[in-house]
């Protein structure tokens, strides 16, 4: 949810009950008594060696100054471990007040406060962003804002303390970045040739420990029908702690790997080297059971990871298919059953797919090779553009979404993906991850256009089945009109924001926050090879732009719907 919940507090009754117990008022260093409400955020330069300093609680201090020097407290609190921030909590919540449970990130705008008579306090501002006790990030929607309630009392002394507030901290953007990073889990795609990412974020000081932890728990439940593991069933860190010491990340792991096949224990210890991988402190990974390190056979595997993709893009030049070598057009062999070729896509090198092309609006057509003149593969009322995945399969769907996508091999045979969560709305865009686990949707509904990325769901003999549950992402967006895959965990929305009302193309992490690229004026197809350096975009006039710096250059003109493979 992008809109952080609160809780009303019953006040009088929590005041009454913290007050007549013993509370210990502590206090230091003086607070501004007067002048106006503003939010605090003293963080260092990036690269400096100063840390922020928490102060505690001043004596006299009004309901506002304590809630205010908590929150500045709490800023500087990755350092301590909150111990100066529980200086200004009071009764239970100074032992039970969970700061790890969730981060709230708000905007750069200031915090701003209100008090009721009674001394309970309301903390006000406009999310950005929150990430969860197991580090996944959601960004907020457009003017979400975050209200945090704190009810205060006063001690035997005469002193206000916080006695009762919501679990997790409020930071700002600064201090987010200050503290914590992005680091990738990886899972295995379920044919055990690909690696796949989860996006998760840590705060740096505890990040091997905790990728290491929510690996070995496995996926979210999102992504856990798309995905597998060779993680044994019950493995966990025996010592709870993974322990870096020049540069050597040392886990120690629970008994049930040594039960596991070989082949069982090399994957896993690859998803372990991989995940560990973006610690920069981490050069290499020693995997134990006990005291002793756990046995591996045979050479690594060699896992596919964010596939390459080489080649130029093609597009549709003079009624035709052609690759844009950057200086000329090339055509590729033409189709006699193709009238009016649209949206092509490609296979990725080395698989067993074929060139398709939308013939018009309604028919799925392949491309001749030199074996034969292509076949028409698919027919459907306005299908949307075609992905290929990495097994072959080209996927497409009706605009008009009744519930199930198409998906069609070079042979003709078709697999109808379920996907229940579209039945009755408009399929805009349909993009396959490079590893063939994830879709990535672009629908509107109730003129509402949402991005969603899903699992896929296989069967034995990689046919697809089904789209799982879908998680949103991209939520800081106010419209989108295509998307496609950039990098293994980043895709390319086409679209508009609150920041950007001119469509352009915004760089949506998976499990994380969205960034603007300058806008392309009537942009309509956009595609990429692999990272945002490679994104071409396509526009209505029939321009072909690429990225040039912080800008675009064009690159052709009269060609229409770019592609690269996927």
Known sequence: MSTVPTRRRVVARLAAAVTAAVLAAAGCVSLPDSGPVTAADPVPQAGSSVALLAYGPTPDATANQIVQGFLRAVAAGGG???????????????????????????????????????????????????????????????????????????????????????????????????????????FLSPDGEALVPEVRWYPDRSASTLIVRHLLEGPSPWLAGGVTTAVPSGTRLAEDTVTVTDGVAVVDLTSEPLAA???????????????????????????????????????????????????????????????????????????????????????????????????????????????????????????????????????????????????????????????????????????????????VVVRRNDDVAHVEVAAVLRDADARPLALGDPVRVGESLTDALTATWVDERTVGVLGTSGAEPAVAVHLVTIGGPSADLPPVADATRLTAATGDRTIVVGTEAGELYERNGLGWTLAASDVRDPAYPG
């Open 80 to 186: 301590d471990e909150f111990a100066v921030a529980r200086e200004y909590l009071a009764g239970p919540a100074a032992e039970t007040w969970n700061p790890r449970a969730q981060v709230r990130v708000y905007t750069a705008r200031d915090v701003t406060y209100s008090q009721a008579e009674d001394g309970a306090v309301r903390a006000s501002a406009v999310a950005a962003a929150s990430v969860d006790s197991q580090g996944r990030y959601t960004e907020a929607a457009p003017d979400s804002v975050i209200e945090l309630d704190f009810t205060l009392a006063r001690t035997a002394s005469g002193q206000w303390r916080i006695v009762d507030l919501d679990d997790g901290i409020l930071v700002s953007p600064v201090v987010f970045e200050a503290q914590y990073d992005q680091y990738q889990l990886y």
């Open 261 to 439: 096949e070989p082949a069982q224990r090399a994957l896993m210890v690859a998803q372990l080297q991989e995940s560990l991988r973006s610690v920069p402190a981490i050069q290499s990974v020693d995997v134990r059971v006990g005291s002793s390190r756990l046995p591996l056979e045979g050479e690594s595997p060699q896992l596919l990871r964010n596939p390459y993709v080489t080649g130029n893009p093609v597009v549709v030049a003079d009624g035709q298919v052609q690759r844009f070598t950057g200086s000329e057009l090339v055509p590729l062999p033409a189709s006699s059953i193709v009238d009016d070729p649209r949206t092509p896509a490609l296979p990725y090198d080395d698989t067993s797919g074929r060139p398709v092309v939308l013939d018009g609006t309604d028919r799925l057509v392949s491309l001749p090779t030199e074996d034969d003149g292509g076949a028409l593969l698919l027919t459907g009322r306005d299908l949307v553009p075609p992905s290929v995945d990495r097994h072959g399969w080209a996927w497409t769907s009706p605009r008009a979404g009744d519930g199930r996508l198409r998906a069609v091999q070079p042979n003709g045979v078709v697999a109808e993906v379920d996907a229940n969560w579209l039945d009755g709305t408009q399929v805009l865009a349909v993009r396959i991850s490079r590893d063939g686990t994830r879709a």
